[in-house]
């Protein structure tokens, strides 16, 4: 008995940590999102002073709340146009292999300026995690883990230069690359290009082996930094660290521990590419999208990835969004799939196909893991979203009827309309935000109600953004003219 009683105010102790770090201490202009005490790896990302974890109420996932501080002798107003356009730019950018920006504002806390940045969690850990525990039980790495690991990289460094004006992301390491249990690769911490126009950030940047030789020149930063990061990043996963200091690159890596590295892998087309991308000249270093076409990662797309893309882009598949018979259908194991027509007609069955292994797949497909990168790479955005209001208080405001704003724009959208009890109509909105979330909504809709009404209701609630309130309108009043003509019911605003 006396041992237990020794071991319980531990446990107490260990119960008050953890309701400590769970504790708000400040909350988004908005509410949305509340941050807590505890903090998050910064991973030596210059730029950025404190990383906390902070609660998405909206969602209901938790993200990063990330803080930089200005520099006393800066001017947050003289900067404020190009934070803007920097931040603004970065809210954009909709990648499935890029650490996703929420939300960002600028205050000022102890007579300090700040902006404040909402970022993707990502808690399965980065690939030098990862490395650290696989290294131990191999030498090398799967070849083929690392072509896909190493497509999606350069389809985010794709994506990125490909903005106007182009976005280095200036920073990648592998400490910066993360990777999720499905292995899905998503590259974070995108800000050094945008900190250096609000702060002049650390110099003792960890992973200098990382950085190019033309890094020091400012007139030199730009995407080829990149693709010198991203070769040192894929001789390091392919040989699991660095010959000669123990696999771990946290201890200093000289040019000698890269090229004997180098030399020690056996695919020649795999030296050749990482080759490519670490030439000291940056003018002589392939963009991302010419390093996908190289041989050792270069593939035609087989059919069947191609219609996965297919499927997983039309929200009209989506299992929320079908109706009883369509989802009947679907899985009906008689359902055929393809048919070749000849004197012997042969049919290719749902039945034929395993259930769980082509779910997984288009799954697979959707998150991002086996991009297209044979044809036209994703665009950039060039859509221009409302700007994020200046605020003066960071804290939620005491008014609780104070309503949200929506930042984020519809990119497809249904409207299902089915008859209600008496003479009310039940109206369901399945809405896919560019933040790649899905929002359904439903209403009842009498004939004394029109489309444009419900959609002003919908912008002053928050939950579209003003300017979706037109089009949210005419899908709206055009399902509603489908249904109520068929009646001979007139439908007011119409």
């Known amino acids: 008995m006396g041992d237990v009683d020794q071991e319980q105010p531990e446990k107490n102790d260990s119960a008050d940590e953890s309701e400590d770090e769970g504790e708000v201490l400040e909350y988004s202009p908005c509410g949305r999102w509340q941050k807590r005490r505890e903090e998050v790896e910064q991973r030596d990302v210059p730029g950025i002073d404190y990383a906390f974890l902070a609660m998405d109420t909206e969602e209901g996932v938790e993200v990063v709340w990330n803080e930089v501080q200005f520099s006393e002798n800066r001017n947050l107003k003289a900067q404020e146009d190009k934070i803007r356009q920097v931040f603004d730019?970065?809210?954009?950018?909709?990648?499935?292999?890029?650490?996703?920006?929420?939300?960002?504002?600028?205050?000022?806390?102890?007579?300090?300026?700040?902006?404040?940045?909402?970022?993707?969690?990502?808690?399965?850990?980065?690939?030098?995690?990862?490395?650290?525990?696989?290294?131990k039980n191999n030498k090398t790495f799967n070849l083929k883990a690392w072509k896909r690991w190493c497509t999606q990289i350069l389809s985010a460094l794709s994506y990125l230069h490909s903005c106007n004006p182009p976005i280095t992301h200036g920073n990648l390491a592998c400490d910066t690359i993360f990777i999720q249990h499905n292995g899905l690769i998503k590259i974070g911490s995108v800000a050094p290009d945008a900190m250096h126009h609000v702060k002049t950030y650390r110099k003792d940047i960890k992973n200098m082996h990382c950085i190019a030789p033309e890094y020091a020149d400012p007139g030199a930063f730009g995407p080829p930094i990149d693709i010198y990061s991203f070769g040192i990043c894929a001789l390091e996963i392919a040989a699991l660290g660095f010959q000669g200091n123990g696999g771990e690159?946290?201890?200093?890596?000289?040019?000698?521990?890269?090229?004997?590295?180098?030399?020690?892998?056996?695919?020649?087309?795999?030296?050749?590419?990482?080759?490519?991308?670490?030439?000291?000249?940056?003018?002589?270093?392939?963009?991302?999208?010419?390093?996908?076409?190289?041989?050792?990662?270069?593939?035609v797309h087989s059919l069947r990835l191609l219609a996965a893309h297919t499927f997983?882009?039309?929200?009209?598949?989506?299992?929320?969004?079908?109706?009883?018979?369509?989802?009947?259908?679907?899985?009906?194991?008689?359902?055929?799939?393809?048919?070749?027509?000849?004197?012997?007609?042969?049919?290719?069955?749902?039945?034929?196909?395993?259930?769980?292994?082509?779910?997984?797949?288009?799954?697979?497909?959707?998150?991002?893991?086996?991009?297209?990168?044979a044809f036209t790479m994703q665009d950039p955005p060039t859509k221009t979203r409302p700007v994020t209001p200046e605020?003066?208080?960071?804290?939620?405001?005491?008014?609780?009827?104070?309503?949200?704003?929506?930042?984020?724009?519809?990119?497809?959208?249904?409207?299902?309309?089915?008859?209600?009890?008496s003479s009310k109509y039940h109206i369901t909105l399945n809405l896919k935000m560019d933040d790649k979330m899905n929002r359904n909504l439903t209403a009842d809709f009498s004939k004394d109600d029109n489309a444009e009404k419900l959609a002003q209701e919908l912008v002053h609630y928050g939950f579209i953004n003003k300017n979706d309130e037109e089009l949210i309108a005419k899908l709206i009043n055009d399902q509603l003219m489908t249904i109520l003509q068929k009646k001979n019911i007139p439908v007011e605003g119409s």
């Open 312 to 373: 997983v882009k039309s929200l009209s598949i989506l299992p929320e969004n079908l109706t009883d018979e369509a989802f009947i259908k679907r899985i009906d194991p008689n359902t055929v799939f393809a048919e070749i027509r000849c004197k012997e007609p042969v049919q290719w069955k749902r039945s034929q196909v395993p259930n769980l292994e082509l779910e997984k797949f288009l799954e697979d497909v959707r998150n991002g893991i086996y991009p297209l990168t």
């Open 391 to 421: 605020v003066d208080n960071p804290q939620k405001s005491e008014d609780q009827n104070s309503l949200d704003v929506e930042n984020r724009l519809v990119t497809s959208s249904l409207c299902n309309v089915r008859k209600g009890d």
């Open 249 to 299: 690159s946290s201890v200093h890596v000289t040019e000698e521990n890269i090229k004997r590295t180098l030399e020690s892998l056996e695919n020649p087309l795999q030296r050749d590419f990482i080759s490519q991308c670490i030439i000291k000249d940056p003018a002589d270093r392939p963009n991302a999208r010419e390093l996908l076409f190289h041989a050792i990662l270069f593939e």
């Open 89 to 135: 730019n970065l809210i954009q950018l909709d990648h499935p292999n890029i650490v996703k920006f929420h939300k960002y504002w600028t205050d000022t806390k102890d007579g300090k300026s700040r902006v404040i940045f909402i970022t993707e969690y990502m808690s399965s850990g980065s690939l030098s995690q990862f490395m650290k525990k696989t290294r």
